[in-house]
C-alpha cells in the first residue's frame, strides 16, 4: 500500500471515530443505532426457492413432503403393507414397507420411492 493511501485511511479512521464519540457524547447514538440496525436486517435478495421435492401424485402436485409421505404410507397400507401408521413421518417401518413392496414387484430394493416405485403403487 502506498504510504498516501495510509495516511488517507488514518484520517478517514479518525474522522469516522470522532463521529462515533460526537454521536456517543451528544446522546444520538440509539437513534443511530437504530438506524443502522433496521439497515442490517433489511432483505437484499429474493427469498431462497423451496428445496423441498414436488410430487405428482394421481394429478395432483403436492410441493409438501408430509402430504406425499402421507399419500404413500395410505397407499401402502391399503396394500396391507405395515408403515408403523399414517403420521407424514418416512421413518424406519415405512422404509421397511416401501422396500418389502418393492421386493414383491420385483423393483430395485433401495427403499427409496423414486419414479418405478411410484408407478408400481399406482401413482402414476
Not at 484520517?11 to 440509539?30: E, K, W
Not at 437504530?34 to 429474493?46: R, S, T
Not at 395432483?60 to 408430509?66: F, L, M, Q, R
Amino acid at each position: 500500500m502506498s504510504c498516501s493511501k495510509a495516511v488517507k485511511l488514518k484520517r478517514v479512521g479518525l474522522i469516522l471515530a470522532l463521529v462515533f464519540m460526537l454521536t456517543l457524547s451528544t446522546g444520538l447514538y440509539p437513534a443511530f443505532a437504530a438506524d443502522l440496525e433496521a439497515g442490517m436486517y433489511e432483505q437484499v435478495l429474493p427469498p431462497a426457492p423451496s428445496l423441498t421435492p414436488t410430487y405428482s401424485i394421481s394429478g395432483t402436485v403436492i410441493s409438501d413432503e408430509t402430504a406425499a409421505v402421507i399419500a404413500i404410507q395410505q397407499r401402502l397400507v391399503s396394500l396391507g403393507y405395515d408403515t408403523g401408521g399414517i403420521d407424514g413421518i418416512y421413518g424406519p417401518k415405512t422404509r421397511g414397507a416401501v422396500m418389502l413392496f418393492q421386493a414383491s414387484r420385483n423393483l430395485i430394493v433401495d427403499g427409496i420411492v423414486g419414479p418405478q416405485t411410484l408407478a408400481a403403487l399406482g401413482f402414476y
